[in-house]
């Protein structure tokens, strides 16, 4: 669920992240240190979203002179947070909802406003985060183009005169999570005709939901999914999926104001829709995400 897990691996991942950054080169921000003379290392975790959205930061960095390494497929936030703590590793994708978790499981903040300034407070030493784009990748509930239109639906809340009629599929966690049915009971009264246990907003959601096996399915918000099948997201005004914003995360003391600048450029054009335009020409173009990160910095001014 979410970006809390998504972009966390096990232990092997994490040595093998170590490992294939090499150990004690001077010039390796995995190595401890903050040896990059001058350059600013740029980070990515191993899915790839993250690695197109460091290669935007990477490239809309350069496009301003800044000298720029690339350090993308790192499995573990773990491992990843203690670089960027160092100053090894300067400036890395992260989702707001799913940072604060790991710093701080029992925060409820929920909004954009509230988790960003939950997050200044509690991200540790050198750390912040600059400014958060409009674009999410979090949980949503998406039905096709054909039951939105006969519903009319565009928010969650417009299922509740119909959810008793539709049948609701996802993770089998989603049906105890309070981002999940019980949230979904408790802050917009849906109760549903059933709820049918699949995978994690995968294609056995996505084929349950094409056939009408299921008439909502959980999914995120810019999986290509969604755009190829022409589905429908459903906006969450109440906020029971908490926010989920992509944020430039960087360690203050070696990012510059012509460095943040730059980032916060990004995050003023960066929206879901974009987000989830690009990760669908990767997925089904397999096109390289340095072409689609350039293509989209030119679209945007930013190239």
């Known amino acids: 669920m979410s970006r809390i897990t998504r972009g966390a691996a096990v232990l092997v991942a994490a040595v093998l992240a170590l490992t294939a950054c090499g150990g004690g080169n001077d010039d390796d921000p995995l190595g401890g240190g903050d040896k990059g003379g001058g350059k600013i290392v740029v980070g990515g975790a191993d899915f ?21 390494e690339r350090k993308f497929g790192i499995g573990s936030r773990e491992v990843y947070m203690k670089q960027v703590e160092s100053g090894a590793i300067q400036v890395f994708p992260e989702y707001n909802g799913a940072l604060l978790a790991y710093l701080d499981k029992t925060d409820a903040a929920t909004t954009k406003d509230q988790v960003d300034a939950a997050l200044k407070q509690k991200l540790p030493g050198d750390l912040t985060i600059l400014d958060p784009a409009q674009a999410e990748d979090k949980d949503t509930l998406a039905v096709t183009s054909e039951t939105a239109s006969k519903y009319k639906l ?12 539709l049948v609701l599929g996802g993770p089998p966690e989603f049906k105890t999570r309070k981002q999940g049915v019980i949230g979904l009971q408790d802050v917009y009264g849906l109760k549903f005709k059933e709820f049918k246990s699949l995978d994690t907003a995968g294609p056995i959601t996505v084929s349950n939901l094409k056939s009408g096996k299921i008439q909502v399915a959980n999914l995120f918000s810019t999986d290509a999914a969604i755009k190829k099948n022409s589905f429908v997201g459903l906006t969450d005004p109440q906020n029971v999926f908490g926010a989920q914003n992509v944020v430039p995360l960087v360690n203050k003391t070696k990012v510059d104001a012509t460095a943040q600048a730059a980032l916060n450029a990004v995050s003023a054009k960066l929206t879901t829709d974009g987000l989830l335009a690009m990760n669908t020409e990767m997925a089904d173009k397999k096109t390289d995400p340095a072409t689609v990160a350039k293509n989209w910095l030119s679209q945007n001014g930013l190239g």
């Not at 690695?51 to 000298?67: D, P, R, S, T, W």
């Not at 928010?155 to 009629?165: E, H, N, R, T």
Request: hydrophobic share 40%; proline share 6%; net charge negative.
């Open 48 to 68: 790839p979203e993250s690695g197109l959205i460091g290669e935007i930061y990477a490239q809309a960095l350069e496009a301003k002179g800044v000298q720029v």
């Open 154 to 165: 565009t928010s969650i809340a417009d299922l509740k005169p119909v959810a008793g009629q």
